[in-house]
């Protein structure tokens, strides 16, 4: 790519690049060529080798990657705050699985996902993974609001409304990944709920078309010590070892929540090059356990951060996210150094691009690569003053701290506007939904 190419210039107090160092750089700008970064520079030699460039000027930011939750469940956002403070089991049972067989259909999906998207793209998120029925439906939505999307159509063993069983979701899944093949913005996955929810039949068929196609795989995997417990008392072997007897344990498989382990495991998945997506929000707001992340990275497995869904966290913030993972690591570690800041932005980064299959694309701020950026304004009371701006991105910032977010170079969210969503109707759509869904109540 040659100098001519550029087209934009953004400068920053900070620059956190992720990759190939994960450092701190001062008063650097990225030099844009279109959708993608031509060159990170000193500030003053930027304007120098690229002169007359309009530019963005960030005097008081840090400016990073877009931010990649990793898991969740947009359409979710419909459901925020209706089943608080209950158990996983009673949580999914008794309450969120009628309500989705009551009010879910590609109408729904589509509103509570519009509403999951505007509060992420507000809080810097500029790629999220989703496993939800519908997700053509998803992928629709995150087209035209101009967030990258990994959608995993959802395989379960029991007929819901968007398919008849197993067989029919695995079909629709396949169709989804023909529309999507050559799209840079939306990626699909095969997202098989459970080793409780299928059976090791239709998981080994999943397992041998992602191979076949090169599709990544999500699954919930030792959510809870119980359904450990439940699956060696029912089937005899814990979910790990159904995983890895379908042929699902490797580089395709990314494992929600991994709470409950035993020894060996974390050097199992390691080998494997399994990703583990950690979502410590939802964890603790259900008691589901902690997992062992400092055990985890110890191994040298991969580990990215979710949200979960609005549901049962109730937040999509990625910058929470982040703080909630470094103190629970640390808490649960017994070692303050356990997850360091900038380790900690890796996960909410590049690691999550890695684990989704787009790191040679996103995730990082390099020469190259997508132009996929959040700047957060560190100016505020509650952030100065700022020895550290990596601290006070994972132990102080709030989504009002978020600035600009911009995905390929095109910018999304600026000062609190949302420049390819219309917020006011999406709100409408969603209070027209909690009405019905009240007055049915």
């Given at each position: 790519?040659?100098?001519?190419?550029?087209?934009?210039?953004?400068?920053?107090?900070?620059?956190?690049?992720?990759?190939?160092?994960?450092?701190?750089?001062?008063?650097?700008?990225?030099?844009?060529?279109?959708?993608?970064?031509?060159?990170?520079?000193?500030?003053?030699?930027?304007?120098?080798?690229?002169?007359?460039?309009?530019?963005?000027?960030?005097?008081?930011?840090?400016?990073?990657?877009?931010?990649?939750?990793?898991?969740?469940?947009?359409?979710?956002?419909?459901?925020?705050g209706y089943a608080d403070d209950l158990p996983l089991d009673t949580w999914l049972n008794?309450?969120?699985?009628?309500?989705?067989?009551?009010?879910?259909?590609?109408?729904?999906?589509?509103?509570?996902?519009?509403?999951?998207?505007?509060?992420?793209?507000?809080g810097g998120t500029t790629t999220f993974s989703d496993m939800y029925f519908f997700p053509?439906?998803?992928?629709?939505?995150?087209?035209?609001?101009?967030?990258?999307?990994?959608?995993?159509?959802?395989?379960?063993?029991?007929?819901?409304?968007?398919?008849?069983?197993?067989?029919?979701?695995?079909?629709?899944?396949?169709?989804?990944?023909?529309?999507?093949?050559?799209?840079?913005?939306?990626?699909?996955?095969?997202?098989?709920?459970?080793?409780?929810?299928?059976?090791?039949?239709?998981?080994?068929?999943?397992?041998?078309?992602?191979?076949?196609?090169?599709?990544?795989?999500?699954?919930?995997?030792?959510?809870?010590?119980?359904?450990?417990?439940?699956?060696?008392?029912?089937?005899?072997?814990?979910?790990?070892?159904?995983?890895?007897?379908?042929?699902?344990?490797?580089?395709?498989?990314?494992?929600?929540?991994?709470?409950?382990?035993?020894?060996?495991?974390?050097?199992?998945?390691?080998?494997?090059?399994?990703?583990?997506?950690?979502?410590?929000?939802?964890?603790?707001?259900?008691?589901?356990?902690?997992?062992?992340?400092?055990?985890?990275?110890?191994?040298?497995?991969?580990?990215?951060?979710?949200?979960?869904?609005?549901?049962?966290?109730?937040?999509?913030?990625?910058?929470?996210?982040?703080?909630?993972?470094?103190?629970?690591?640390?808490?649960?570690?017994?070692?303050?150094?356990?997850?360091?800041?900038?380790?900690?932005?890796?996960?909410?980064?590049?690691?999550?691009?890695?684990?989704?299959?787009?790191?040679?694309?996103?995730?990082?701020?390099?020469?190259?690569?997508?132009?996929?950026?959040?700047?957060?304004?560190?100016?505020?009371?509650?952030?100065?003053?700022?020895?550290?701006?990596?601290?006070?991105?994972?132990?102080?910032?709030?989504?009002?701290?978020?600035?600009?977010?911009?995905?390929?170079?095109?910018?999304?969210?600026?000062?609190?506007?949302?420049?390819?969503?219309?917020?006011?109707?999406?709100?409408?759509?969603?209070?027209?939904?909690?009405?019905?869904?009240?007055?049915?109540?």
């Amino acid at each position: 790519m040659s100098d001519t190419t550029a087209t934009a210039l953004l400068s920053a107090r900070w620059v956190l690049p992720v990759a190939p160092e994960n450092r701190v750089l001062e008063h650097h700008s990225l030099v844009l060529a279109g959708d993608r970064i031509l060159a990170i520079l000193p500030t003053q030699t930027a304007k120098t080798t690229h002169p007359g460039l309009p530019e963005t000027v960030l005097g008081h930011h840090a400016l990073l990657p877009g931010l990649v939750n990793a898991h969740g469940h947009a359409a979710m956002s419909l459901f925020r705050g209706y089943a608080d403070d209950l158990p996983l089991d009673t949580w999914l049972n008794d309450r969120i699985w009628p309500l989705e067989e009551r009010w879910v259909d590609a109408g729904f999906v589509a509103d509570g996902t519009a509403l999951a998207i505007a509060e992420m793209v507000a809080g810097g998120t500029t790629t999220f993974s989703d496993m939800y029925f519908f997700p053509e439906a998803t992928a629709a939505v995150a087209l035209r609001a101009g967030i990258r999307a990994q959608v995993c159509g959802p395989v379960v063993r029991f007929g819901n409304a968007w398919a008849a069983g197993a067989d029919e979701a695995i079909h629709q899944s396949l169709a989804l990944h023909d529309e999507f093949r050559d799209s840079g913005q939306i990626h699909v996955a095969f997202g098989p709920h459970s080793t409780y929810a299928l059976d090791a039949l239709h998981l080994a068929k999943v397992s041998t078309l992602a191979q076949e196609l090169d599709m990544r795989v999500q699954i919930h995997l030792h959510e809870t010590a119980d359904e450990v417990a439940t699956a060696r008392r029912e089937t005899g072997e814990r979910p790990l070892a159904t995983i890895e007897r379908c042929g699902l344990l490797g580089p395709q498989l990314q494992a929600v929540h991994m709470i409950a382990l035993e020894p060996g495991d974390a050097e199992r998945l390691a080998e494997h090059d399994v990703s583990v997506i950690h979502c410590p929000q939802s964890n603790l707001k259900l008691a589901s356990g902690f997992a062992p992340i400092a055990e985890l990275r110890a191994a040298g497995v991969r580990v990215a951060l979710g949200t979960d869904g609005a549901a049962s966290n109730n937040s999509l913030s990625m910058l929470r996210e982040m703080h909630v993972a470094a103190i629970l690591a640390k808490a649960v570690a017994s070692d303050a150094a356990a997850l360091p800041a900038l380790e900690v932005i890796k996960m909410a980064t590049l690691a999550g691009a890695e684990a989704l299959g787009l790191g040679e694309e996103i995730g990082s701020l390099e020469v190259g690569k997508c132009a996929d950026m959040v700047a957060i304004d560190l100016s505020g009371v509650a952030s100065e003053p700022v020895f550290h701006p990596e601290s006070q991105l994972v132990y102080a910032s709030t989504h009002s701290a978020v600035s600009r977010v911009w995905v390929g170079g095109e910018l999304l969210f600026e000062e609190g506007r949302h420049l390819r969503q219309d917020v006011d109707a999406v709100l409408a759509s969603v209070r027209r939904w909690r009405d019905r869904m009240q007055e049915a109540m």
